[in-house]
T-cell receptor, first 115, second 114 residues
Framework: GAVVSQHPSRVICKSGTSVKIECRSL??????MFWYRQFPKQSLMLMAT?????????EQGVEKDKFLINHASLTLSTLTVTSAHPEDSSFYIC???????????FGQGTRLTVV | GENVEQHPSTLSVQEGDSAVIKCTYS??????FPWYKQELGKRPQLIID?????GEKKDQRIAVTLNKTAKHFSLHITETQPEDSAVYFC?????????????FGRGTSLIVHP
């Protein structure tokens, strides 16, 4: 399966600051990547689909100006949480469709804590 | 869009017992059903999957069954071990429009007592 690397694994930031999370596909080129958010003891909620070379597609209810997604290359997508607030604290995780297409391979996840 | 329901939310078993987690989906066009295992603070790992042209698939102690007519699929774990303790998610994709983005169930927290 695909090797997906996400960084950082943990980050603590102050309210009002911005945080950038990176998702890298290490062993193949990914034109599409997905960003999820997971609250404690809850399921994975799709936030947006990151498309290489074009704008991301956001799910309903997700603020595109707050969660900036950039997919500038076939191996890297970034999610920037702008002007973070405590309610943005969560586990953010990216995934990459496998070469078999239906399969999804996940990054390690990023635990964001906003204080 | 697709809606996936998963039950139970919590499942507690004794080591050696079997565990069964059930999911239903709403979009009859969905054709791919993976199961993921997620340990605390870690990424979900694909443990088994099934496609709509197959009714059952087995991999050692893990098996998945699919009933397309009833639109439900189940994960079966036999001879459970403490290391099976984790949250398990079912998902469905490939539905109307051919979307490959999986819709996840709410998860089942499996606890295996030694």
């Amino acid at each position: 399966g695909a090797v997906v690397s996400q960084h950082p694994s943990r980050v603590i930031c102050k309210s009002g600051t911005s945080v950038k999370i990176e998702c890298r596909s290490l062993d193949f080129q990914a034109t599409t990547m997905f960003w999820y958010r997971q609250f404690p003891k809850q399921s994975l909620m799709l936030m947006a689909t990151s498309n290489e070379g074009s704008k991301a597609t956001y799910e309903q209810g997700v603020e595109k100006d707050k969660f900036l997604i950039n997919h500038a290359s076939l191996t890297l997508s970034t999610l920037t949480v702008t002007s973070a607030h405590p309610e943005d604290s969560s586990f953010y995780i990216c995934s990459v469709p496998g070469t078999g297409f239906p399969e999804a391979f996940f990054g390690q996840g990023t635990r964001l804590t906003v204080v | 869009g697709e809606n996936v329901e998963q039950h139970p939310s919590t499942l507690s078993v004794q080591e050696g017992d079997s565990a069964v987690i059930k999911c239903t989906y709403s979009d009859s066009a969905s054709n791919y059903f993976p199961w993921y295992k997620q340990e605390l603070g870690k990424r979900p790992q694909l443990i088994i999957d099934i496609r709509s042209n197959v009714g059952e698939k087995k991999d050692q102690r893990i098996a998945v069954t699919l009933n397309k007519t009833a639109k439900h699929f189940s994960l079966h774990i036999t001879e459970t071990q403490p290391e099976d303790s984790a949250v398990y998610f079912c998902a469905a994709s490939g539905g109307t429009g051919g979307s490959y983005i999986p819709t996840f169930g709410r998860g089942t927290s499996l606890i295996v007592h030694p």
